[in-house]
Nanobody, 123 residues
Framework: VQLQASGGGLVQIGGSLKLSCVAS????????MGWFRQAPAKEREFVGT????????YYADSVKGRFTISRDNAKNTVYLQMNNLKPEDTAVYYC?????????????????WGQGTLVTVSS
């Protein structure tokens, strides 16, 4: 399975970006998908997760109400809509495919990872 994330870039405080992650290879729509991020000198942290059928969605408290995760199984694609961006959202964002169908928040719950896309929020 290969995951290709895109959509990152430079945005001003309060702006919006939409990240996409396309799965290819032996991709399956039966697995949960997740977004994580890693800021410089910090550990990778959970951002959001969506179960295989989008029936369950979880967000980190830091992004709740501002970020929206969604998926289109017909396109093997998961999205992360990010609104009202803040400087602390600056990080490399990674998408990942879960080991199971249920939504999960831990990095160990994911087996395949994309290469990451950089989001920079500037003042």
């Amino acid at each position: 399975v290969q995951l290709q994330a895109s959509g990152g870039g430079l945005v001003q405080i309060g702006g919006s970006l939409k990240l996409s992650c396309v799965a290819s290879g032996r991709a399956t729509s039966n697995n949960a998908m997740g977004w994580f991020r890693q800021a410089p000198a910090k550990e990778r942290e959970f951002v959001g997760t969506i179960s295989w059928n989008a029936g369950t969605i979880y967000y980190a408290d830091s992004v709740k109400g501002r970020f929206t995760i969604s998926r289109d199984n017909a396109k093997n694609t998961v999205y992360l809509q990010m609104n009202n961006l803040k400087p602390e959202d600056t990080a490399v964002y990674y998408c990942a495919q879960g080991r199971h169908s249920r939504a999960a928040t831990g990095t160990s719950d994911y087996v395949y990872w994309g290469q990451g896309t950089l989001v920079t929020v500037s003042s």
